[in-house]
């Protein structure tokens, strides 16, 4: 899609199927559904606008109201919707720092197990990751040691991930050399450098993209607990 851009297409999406190997919870599939869609002239804060918008829409046209219930649970999707720098979850609801995560590598342990429980089940925009979780992104112009992503989180689920993309090819080969690096260190599978890729990212405008999950959406919207419930069958199924 980013080659897309790139060729001079300014705003498009697409509706298309994900594997991820080892993932297997009551809302992660092996095999899932992402909504993706990228614009021009657009940052990860515009983004965020267009998440609301999206969402609001499906809400009153199958609620007529801007709030529904999940799991017993009444959620309100009036705007504008809460946001908390990444930085000040980890001041609020753990013991350690954002800087000390990256460092001790408990990032994404804190991340699942503190912040993510932590966040309510009304809709809440987690902002302004280190860099070192954001490979693909771009940095921010006035504090290069964070990365302009967000995750959005309702009904206590990550329902989508979205970033200023990253335009500089020097740049972003380099990040995928430090993980290679660090995938060689752990001893996990090295891939190769996408370098047709990198040969086009010169040609990138100014552009923000995000991918949402269709499934997760499903289950908020049908006050569905488990994702195998909204699929018409789990790749589980396939190997009985």
């Known amino acids: 899609m980013k080659k897309l851009i790139a060729s001079g297409l300014s705003r498009i999406f697409q509706i298309c199927p994900c594997f991820r190997a080892n993932e297997r919870s009551d809302s992660h599939l092996s095999e899932f559904l992402l909504l993706e869609w990228y614009c021009t002239s657009a940052t990860y804060l515009e983004m965020m ?9 499906i809400a009153r046209d199958l609620f007529k109201r ?16 809460r946001r908390i720098r990444v930085s000040e979850a980890f001041k609020s609801y753990t013991s350690i720092t954002m800087e000390q995560a990256i460092e001790q590598d408990q990032f994404d342990e804190a ?8 966040l309510g089940i009304n809709p809440v925009f ?6 070192e979780r ?4 771009r940095l921010k112009p006035d504090n290069p040691t964070l990365a302009e992503r967000f995750e ?3 009904g206590g689920h990550e329902l989508a991930n979205a970033f200023s993309e990253l335009c500089d090819p020097v740049e972003q080969k380099h990040r995928f050399e430090l993980e290679i690096n660090e995938r060689r ?12 890729f990198l040969d086009i990212l010169h040609l990138m405008p100014e552009t923000a993209g995000i991918a949402m ?27 009985l």
């Open 49 to 57: 606008n267009q998440c609301e918008q999206l969402i609001c829409h």
């Open 66 to 81: 801007d709030s529904f219930t999940y799991q017993g649970g009444a959620i309100s999707l009036m705007r504008p919707w």
């Open 111 to 118: 991340m699942v197990y503190e912040i993510e429980p932590a």
């Open 126 to 131: 987690l902002f302004d990751y280190p860099k």
């Open 134 to 137: 954001a490979a693909l992104a």
């Open 152 to 154: 959005l989180y309702i």
């Open 185 to 196: 260190s752990f001893g996990k599978p090295v891939y190769p450098v996408p370098n047709s």
């Open 213 to 239: 999950g269709i499934d997760r959406l499903v289950m908020l919207f049908t006050d569905t607990a488990c994702i195998d419930d909204v699929v018409t069958f789990t790749t589980d199924d396939l190997l």
